[in-house]
């Protein structure tokens, strides 16, 4: 399967619910159609989200790795910020990043994220991303990979405010699922009020390449270690720019040696 | 080395090969020839293990020869500790996976190489060779061992560094490709090589350079070779000691290296219709 879309024009998709509501979600509201809510439960009620300004002119790098459970984060980039996040989302039952990102003008955001999720664990990425004024940027890049029963999810809002031309955001979700019982869900979503912007989403779900197996195999690599050589090479790059991008990239390829 | 009998495989239900019987000795290099749609491939495939390829009757039993590193035989009682290092003990090849037929020394050269982007040339190919070498139980080779051992290789073909240190076979040329996975055999050593149309896509100095690898690499008493081919230049470059011709599954004429020439001068139907 590989359905892959590129907006250069005005267009209007439907409306994402905000992820951030007061009450307790159900499967109703759009942005928790996926969420493990036994495990929210637990959670519940969620303390307030964690609000980063970055202000004019200003840069930020983090690297999010959660141990699972909701991390949500409100950020705000002001005229000219830049922000970059990393985002390797693997660890306990359920795990869910939520980013609301607000773009002044020219501001530059960049998300590269890879979930894993093995045996019934759940990983989710929620993102809305309101390009407020014009000329801002936005890059997210998602790598998702399920083994077993287990669920990946992203879910990805582009609002473009009105007036706010020369936006150019992209949204790439990639998903391997490596077992007929995993799930993977991609809604990249577009909602544009502005006639001259670039916004491109794909999002594509696949399974890994068997001639290429065979491939690795016929030199000698035993199958689970040529499809972790396959999967390694899938969530290649995602991490290079991060802080202590080899840690983060050894923390995944640890965690793909298990699941394969 | 190589001894297939009566072998039967179907792909996708479909009978492809029909009793095909073909005997190689160390040392020789065979050469297959046939029209589209005779069962080249599907031969390799089967060899080589792969699924969807499925063999319904007949036998392959392979015995790879020791290798002159490891000294002693099997009659002096040095038996080596690996099933897949050479014991002189026949193989049943089909009873092993992919990666067990690359450890027991055979090799398949693709037709259509693949592409892995993201993994590089080099790194795959030292977990290959050092795969293979943990599945015979020897050690593994250091990362200075493997990089003279890839430099050497790649020296014999001609080819850049630079490219072993590309991801798979990624943006390469044709021919490029078909280079590459005669590096990627020099490096691997095996005792028995399927090369499935490892001519197509090489212009003729692309052949000349790899029709010399093939002869330095596998030309040698304890190895041998199966060209599986189209047509017949590749075979002036590399000598068979017996061609045969395979249609509608089987072989039907075996001969030596006159019969390429033979069949290159009067056409597939000529030959076939005589036979």
Redesign the interface.
Known sequence: MDRRASTSSALTVSTMASPLPTRRPTHKDEAWRYADLNALEALWPLPAPEAIMVPAGGGLKRAIVPEGGVTQIELTLGKGAQASLHVLNSAGDYGRVELDVKLHEAADFTLDAVQLASESQSMEIVTTVRHLEPGATSRQTIRNIASAKGSVTYLGQVAVAEGAQKTDSEQDVKSMLLDRTATANAKPELEIFADDVQCAHGATVGELDAGALFYLASRGLPPARAKQLMLQAFVAGVFDEAEEAEKLAEAALSKLGEMV | MLQINNLHTTVADKPILKGLSLAINAGEVHAIMGPNGAGKSTLAYAL????GYDVTEGSAAFTPPRHSREGGSPEEGTELDSRLRGNDEEIDLLQL???E???AGL??G?QY??E????SNIQ??R???N??RE?RGEEALSGGEFLKLAREKAGLLKMDMEMLKR?VNVGFSGGEKKRNEMV?MGI?DPRLAILDETDSGLDIDALRVVGDGINKIMRAPDKAVLLITHYQRLLEYVQPDYVHILADGRIVRTGGPELAKQLEAEGYDAIMEAA
Not at chain 2, 48 to 51: A, E, H, I, L
Request: net charge negative; aromatic share 10%.
């Open positions: 080589g293990g792969r699924d996976d992919p990666h037929r690359a450890a090799f398949l693709f190489p693949v892995i982007p993201g993994v795959f190919l977990e290959a060779a795969a293979q599945a991801p990627q691997l």
